[in-house]
């Protein structure tokens, strides 16, 4: 079973009309975010650890997500330090 990150806080996006459909980022996604059957799809979005596994492999550009600097790590950071939280949204 796959451990999921905070819910509704992941910065992944994705731009279905760059996708190709080559299946790059279902295969190097350790989480199983991706689903492909034609262009791909996010069908576990709360899975993704911003990794950025997808959009380094991407050859279209298509996924973009800022790694190391989400609103999930800025959440866990905030509780931390006890200093107000920001991310890159």
């Given at each position: 079973s796959v451990?999921?990150?905070?819910?509704?806080?992941?910065?992944?996006?994705?731009?279905?009309?760059?996708?190709t459909g080559c299946g790059m980022c279902a295969e190097v996604c350790p989480h199983n975010v991706f689903k492909v059957d034609g262009?791909?799809?996010i069908i576990n979005k709360n899975n993704c650890i911003e990794c950025?596994?997808?959009?380094?492999?991407c050859p279209f550009q298509a996924i973009k997500?800022?790694?190391?600097?989400?609103c999930g790590y800025a959440m866990i950071k905030s509780k931390i330090t006890g200093k107000e939280e920001s991310c890159c949204c």
């Open positions: 451990m999921k990150y905070i819910d509704n806080v992941v910065t992944l996006c994705f731009d279905e009309s760059k996708c262009v791909a799809e950025g596994a997808c959009a380094k492999n997500v800022c790694s190391g600097v989400g």
